[in-house]
């Protein structure tokens, strides 16, 4: 088992910046890759970012790069998403994932998530 705790998220103006952090506990040697996701009100989940745990190699949204970076502690076992440029249609619940029995799982496939924290943007 690995539980997730999502914390940073609020409110912010257009063009500010968030950080967001996710720890990790429980059997977290078992971790093979975390990712983030965000789900807006009537909107679907989206996939925001993914980082290997071991190795660091990281991936992105089209329409985050160049503003959100993935990072990992794994001294901490946490993972952050350092958000710039934030855009109101930013505006989600924020998601970690851990993916524990596929390095090449997809979205649907990750194992656990955290209940989420709230990132808003104003305009």
């Known amino acids: 088992q690995v539980q997730l705790v999502e914390s940073g998220g609020g409110l912010v103006q257009a063009g500010g910046s968030l950080r967001l952090s996710c720890a990790a506990s429980?059997?977290?040697?078992?971790?093979?890759?975390m990712g983030w996701f965000r789900q807006a009100p009537g909107k679907e989940r989206e996939f925001v970012a993914v980082?290997?745990?071991?190795?660091?190699?990281?991936n992105y949204a089209d329409f985050v790069k160049g503003r959100f970076t993935i990072s990992r502690d794994n001294a901490k076992n946490t993972v952050y998403l350092q958000m710039n440029s934030l855009k109101p249609e930013d505006t989600a619940v924020y998601y970690c994932a851990a993916a524990v029995r596929n390095m090449y799982a997809r979205d649907s496939e990750y194992d656990f998530w955290g209940q989420g924290t709230q990132v808003t943007v104003s305009s």
């Open positions: 980082t290997a745990w071991t190795a660091g190699s990281t």
């Open positions: 429980g059997r977290t040697f078992s971790t093979l890759k």
